[in-house]
Each structure stands twice: as C-alpha cells, then as structure tokens.
C-alpha cells in the first residue's frame, strides 16, 4: 500500500511528497463526461457502483496518492429535508432563512438518509484493496449554511451575510444543526472505511475574523472533537481565508489546506509547527503550457521543502476545462522532483 499519503498527514518520513487534486473526479476528464451522458449527478452520487466508477476514474489516469468518494459536499442537506438539484451547482428548492425553518430540519441519522455514502465508501475501500488510501469528505457547517440560506452559490452570499448580522442566533442555530449532522456523517464515511476526511471551508473567506471565529471555526472545532475517538486524520481546507491562516491554524486537525492565494512559506510560518500543510498551486494555473506547469510546480515544492508533511495539491478544486497534459505535468513533477534521490534543490540545479 502507499500510505506517503496517510504518512503525510501526520507528519511522518515519506518517500516523496504525496499529491492528489481536490474535485480530481469530475468534468475535466472525458469518461467522466461520458458517464454523466448516461446518468444525472444525483443518481451518480446515489449510486454506489457508479460513484466509486468516478472515484476511480482519475486513479486509472494518474498515479494519485489518495483516492476521495465521489458525491457533493451538498448531498447530506437532503437527508435534512432540503430538496435541490445541479445544474451544475446547486440551486435549493426554498432556502433557509428563519428560525422556525431551521427547527423544521430533519434530524434523522445519516446511516438512515444517506446510507449510499457509507456503501460507496465500503465498495470503494475494496475495489482499492489497500492500494491507495481512501479520503472521506464534508462541507464545513459555515460553507454548508452559505448554500442553504442564499440557496444557491452566488458571488459575495448577500443573503447569509445577511442573515449573520441581522439574526445571529438564528444562523448559530443553523450552524448547530449542521455540525451535529456532519459529526454522524462523517462518523458514518469513517465506519464504513475512510482513512482520513476532509473538511471543505470554501466559503470561510466572506467573514472577517472575529466573525469567523464565532460563526465558522468553533463549529468546525467541534467536528475535529466529534470524531477525534475514530483517530483518521483531518484536513481542513479554507479557500480566500489569507486573513485567517493563524485562527484556521487552531482548529485542531492535522492537516491545514491552504488556498493558492498564499505562498505556502509565508502560510507555514504562520500556522507554526505541530500541523501538515496542503496544497497550493492556482488551479488555473493548469492552463499554462506544461512546461510552465512543471516550473510553478517545482516552485510550490520548493516553498514546501523542509516542512514535515506536505501534501501536494492544487490551492481549490481543479476547473472542468483542465488539460490533460497539465494535470500529467504537475503530477509527473511532484513525482520526480521530490523523494530521496531529487530533493527540492533540484530546483536550483537545473537552472
Ligand atoms: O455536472 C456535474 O457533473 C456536476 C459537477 C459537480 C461535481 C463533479 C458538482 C456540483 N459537485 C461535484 C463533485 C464534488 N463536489 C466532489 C467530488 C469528489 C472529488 O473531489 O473528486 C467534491 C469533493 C465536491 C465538493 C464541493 N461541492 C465543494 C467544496 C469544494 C470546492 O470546490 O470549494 C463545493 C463548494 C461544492 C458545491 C458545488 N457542487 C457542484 C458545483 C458546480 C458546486 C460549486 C457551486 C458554486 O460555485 O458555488
């Protein structure tokens, strides 16, 4: 088995640094699109058989570290009572605004509402057969919220901000609802074969910090608590947060990802030691040639050398237009420039 990976995460010797890409199934890769020609994403993400197809699918490609189950971070608001569909974001059928809707949201186990997620994850567990580890996932309870009060993903959430300064109550309850269900839901991806999960904060970045503190951090801190006892590593990734790396830094997971905005020298100075680092090259920065892949590659290895357990990644999910060859060349790099025979002094070498 390669567990660089698992290694990684927690700080431990690796033969080179392990990378994988956040969204890596998806729709940059042809035979992902010819599976969705057959299936909507819904019945893709509710189908074992066919999400661990997805969840396979960049693996076959890629010589990838770790693998993650295929399915949304919006997924589990179903089981809530929250009916929505893709196209291809999400768009929610009546958003959450008040208090009495959020008293209404169901509260029924996620092995009972999503039971498909933890079959998914077992299958896929198998079809690996411990060859590469596999990375169960959630939405941070804030990012969730900001789907589920504005309803849909829309640039600067006006309604959630909203919603935030005139009915804060109102959004910590919501925020209590969420963690409790993403407690059980990653307790459910962990049981059924996950070896370390994911938190995804991808909205974390629209609060300044104090309000990040009260209405994103402390949730999330609950959730590393809630599965602390399961002891698989935890990532949390918080994208256009620059402004919040020292307060993500204490939120008591093992790895912290950090979004391309921040060069990842400058973010582990100031995360400080005793956590991994993930990341950070600009998703769009694959639409250079491969040769100017391989060099911003070998630039954000190079700014990650020395630090105990980086684990390479792009700084967001990777975009649906994505070539190939790209992907191929930033892969092919962290493969070849980092480990025991190429330190990241190669670098300077080849110039
Ligand atoms: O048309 C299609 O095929 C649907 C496109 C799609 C896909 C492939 C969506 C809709 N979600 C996914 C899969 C997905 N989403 C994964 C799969 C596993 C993998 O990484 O390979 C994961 C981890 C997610 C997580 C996710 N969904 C996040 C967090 C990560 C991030 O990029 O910030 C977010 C914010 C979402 C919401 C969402 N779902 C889909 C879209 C297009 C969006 C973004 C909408 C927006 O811009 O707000």
């Known amino acids: 088995m390669t567990d660089r990976f698992l290694r990684a995460c927690r700080r431990q010797a690796v033969d080179r640094t392990p990378v994988w890409l956040m969204r890596q199934a998806g729709r940059y890769l042809p035979e992902y699109r010819a599976l969705r020609q057959r299936v909507d994403f819904l ?6 058989e066919l999400a661990v197809e997805a969840s396979l699918q960049p693996l076959r490609r890629f010589p990838l570290d770790a693998a993650i189950i295929f399915s949304d971070i919006l997924l589990p608001l179903e089981a809530l009572g929250c009916r929505m569909t893709f196209n291809p974001g999400p768009r929610l059928a009546e958003p959450i605004r008040t208090r009495e809707q959020v008293a209404a949201l169901d509260r029924r186990a996620a092995a009972e509402t999503v039971p498909f997620v933890g079959e998914a994850v077992g299958l896929l567990r198998r079809e690996l057969d411990g060859r590469t580890p596999v990375i169960g996932f959630c ?3 804030f990012t969730l919220a900001a789907y589920l009060v ?3 993903g829309k640039e600067g959430f006006g309604a959630l901000k909203t919603l935030q300064y005139r009915e804060p109550a109102t959004l910590e ?3 209590e609802t969420l963690t409790a269900a993403m407690i059980d839901y990653l307790r459910l991806q962990i049981s059924s074969g996950a070896q370390a999960v994911q938190i995804f904060d991808s909205w974390a970045g629209l609060l300044d910090s104090p309000g990040y503190q009260r209405f994103a ?3 999330v801190r609950t959730i590393v608590d809630g599965i602390a006892d399961l002891e698989v590593p935890v990532i949390y990734f918080i994208n256009g947060g620059p402004h919040l790396i020292e307060d993500a830094a204490t939120s008591g997971a093992d790895v912290l990802g950090i979004c391309w905005r921040t060069p990842l020298d400058v973010a582990a100075a100031r995360v400080g030691p005793g956590m991994s680092l993930q990341g950070n090259l600009d998703p769009h920065a694959l639409f250079a040639a491969p040769d100017e892949v391989r060099r911003l590659t070998r630039d954000v290895l190079a700014r990650a050398a020395g630090l105990p357990g980086h684990i390479m990644n792009l700084g967001h999910g990777i975009l649906p237009d994505t070539p190939i060859p790209s992907v191929e060349a930033l892969i092919d790099t962290v493969q070849h420039t980092t480990g025991k025979a190429a ?3 190669t670098e300077t070498c080849r110039r």
Do not use: D, F, V, Y
């Not at 019945?43 to 074992?48: A, D, H, N, S, Y």
């Open 173 to 175: 309850a919501l925020l």
């Open 150 to 152: 504005q309803g849909e």
């Open 43 to 48: 019945t893709l993400c509710k189908t074992p």
């Open 217 to 219: 951090l402390r949730w």
């Open 343 to 345: 330190q990241p002094a």
């Open 139 to 141: 939405g941070a309870p």
